[in-house]
């Protein structure tokens, strides 16, 4: 497993930020395995040096961009629940919320993601990652749709949120790999993901 040190010099942390933002673009654009470091330098606006003195190799980087990836995403799931969790809105507008938030925080990452998730069918790091990431996304879905129970008319409340939050999980990930959902307009798919979700769940009408 590779990790790097926090730099505590201004300078240091912010020629690693523009590494990283180098390497995130790069794999986006699928030329990160065939640009050398003195080109990752030379488009981070820093030297050949600084790179071997705050990450050694290009695997420390790739593995560096995952996790900034991963603890991003969580931190912004993490404040989304929370403002959901003090909306007094009724569920389905809830649950549209969390899933608008999920479009939002990977819209335009798209290209990185899915780099990520392919490099994470042959490294296992890669793949315990996505799974904890995928893991906290389906609890912090559950847990908004079992806020109220009496909001859910399902006989089975939390297995049928449990079975939601996975339809969830593998109809974002379905979008973010093929950039649709059928011939659904994309603006659409929140919304329509959310009426999917909250009738199987026999959502309350308000």
Do not use: W
């Amino acid at each position: 497993m590779y990790s790097i040190a926090s730099p505590t010099q201004a300078r240091s942390k912010k020629a690693l930020e523009r590494f990283l933002n180098v390497a995130a673009e790069l794999l986006a654009n699928d030329s990160f395995e065939d640009t050398g470091i003195s080109q990752i330098a030379q488009l981070a606006e820093s030297s050949v040096g600084t790179f071997y003195r705050l990450l050694g190799d290009k695997d420390v980087l790739l593995y560096a961009v995952h996790e900034r990836f991963i603890e991003q995403s969580g931190s912004a799931i993490d404040a989304l629940a929370d403002q959901l969790a003090h909306a007094e809105t009724p569920l389905q507008a809830r649950v549209t919320a969390f899933i608008q938030g999920l479009v939002r925080q990977f819209e335009g990452s798209e290209g990185l993601l899915r780099a990520l998730i392919r490099r994470s069918s042959a490294d296992l790091h890669f793949r315990q990652r996505f799974h904890q990431l995928n893991a906290h996304i389906g609890q912090t879905f559950c847990r908004i749709a079992l806020a109220n129970p009496a909001e859910l008319g399902h006989p089975q409340p939390a297995r049928a949120a449990d079975l939601c939050a996975h339809m969830l999980l593998a109809g974002m990930n379905y979008f973010t790999m093929v950039g649709s959902l059928g011939t659904t307009p994309r603006e659409v798919v929140p919304e329509e993901l959310s009426r999917l979700i909250c009738n199987y769940l026999k959502v309350a009408d308000n």
